[in-house]
């Protein structure tokens, strides 16, 4: 399911990050590999915050949905 549909609280593992290969590589660069675990921490303004290799990070919503987990 994508990363969007994860409540907050709840943790998952990244399974794909689809999308376009810069995208891909944008979001390898802040962590988001297949196998890491992923934590939905909040949604504020269209914008989701996930706990991710011990810091948070904010992406917008519409790369969360690229985020298999």
């Not at 689809?18 to 949604?43: D, K, N, S, Y």
């Amino acid at each position: 399911m994508p990363l969007t549909l994860v409540r907050a609280g709840e943790q998952g593992a990244i399974k794909k990050v689809g999308g376009r290969a810069e995208t891909r590589r944008f979001l390898a660069t802040l962590g988001f590999v297949p196998g890491t675990p992923v934590t939905m921490i909040t949604e504020i303004s269209g914008n989701v915050i996930v706990g991710i290799k011990e810091a948070r990070v904010a992406i917008s919503r519409e790369m969360a949905s690229k985020i298999i987990v």
